[in-house]
Every structure is written in C-alpha cells, then in structure tokens.
C-alpha cells in the first residue's frame, strides 16, 4: 500500500502563485508516475500534470506554462508549483501514484482562487 498526503493548498488572489506537496510513504518502492488532478464542483476529474520516475512530464493545456510538476526521488515526494492562478483553477487537488499498475489518491486539498 502507499499513502499520499497532501499539503499546500489554500486561497489565493488571481495572479498568485501557490506550491502543492504531496508525500508518499508506506510501499513506496517501484512508484512509477507520480502527478496530479483536480476535480472543481460538478466535473470530472481531470488531469493537471504527470511526471514519471525518469522525470518525464505531462500537462493538462489549460496549465502549461503556468504550472510545474517537480519530483524529488529520494524524499518520495511530488510538488506542483502553480502560478499565475486564475478563478477556473480553483478546485479539489489529488496526489496521484501509480505502482506496479495500482492507481493510489491522496484525499485532496483544497485550491480556491479569487478573482
């Protein structure tokens, strides 16, 4: 099993910045993807960015150039750099990790931008 505990989260202006930590203990060997995604009231839950174990990155388009996924292997630990924050960003964030074809989800944290 593998935990993920989030933190970071909060309200911000438009145009702010704010960095999301996500931790991950328990069995954490063989962690392949490591990333995050939001679900804002009444969607789906979607991606916002990925990054694999050999540092490999994906973004969602409505983020790129504004967010960064960084991760530091040996503290087990992904962070989403987020800025230039606009309203439609607000939403629930979850950690997300993948180990050996398992999907596993933090509880989320809360991200509300106002205009």
């Known amino acids: 099993q593998v935990q993920l505990v989030e933190s970071g989260g909060g309200l911000v202006q438009a145009g702010g910045s704010l960095r999301l930590s996500c931790a991950a203990s328990?069995?954490?060997?063989?962690?392949?993807?490591m990333g995050w995604y939001r679900q804002a009231p009444g969607t789906q839950r979607e991606l916002v960015a990925s990054?694999?174990?050999?540092?490999?990155?994906t973004y969602a388009n409505s983020v790129r150039a504004r967010f960064t996924i960084s991760r530091d292997n040996a503290k087990n630990t992904v962070y989403l750099q987020m800025n230039s924050l606009k309203p439609e960003d607000t939403a629930v964030y979850y950690c997300?990790?993948?180990?050996?074809?398992?999907?596993?989800w933090g509880q989320g944290t809360q991200v509300t931008v106002s205009s």
């Open positions: 997300h990790a993948v180990r050996l074809a398992v999907d596993y």
């Open positions: 328990g069995s954490i060997f063989n962690i392949d993807t």
């Open positions: 990054i694999g174990r050999n540092g490999w990155r």
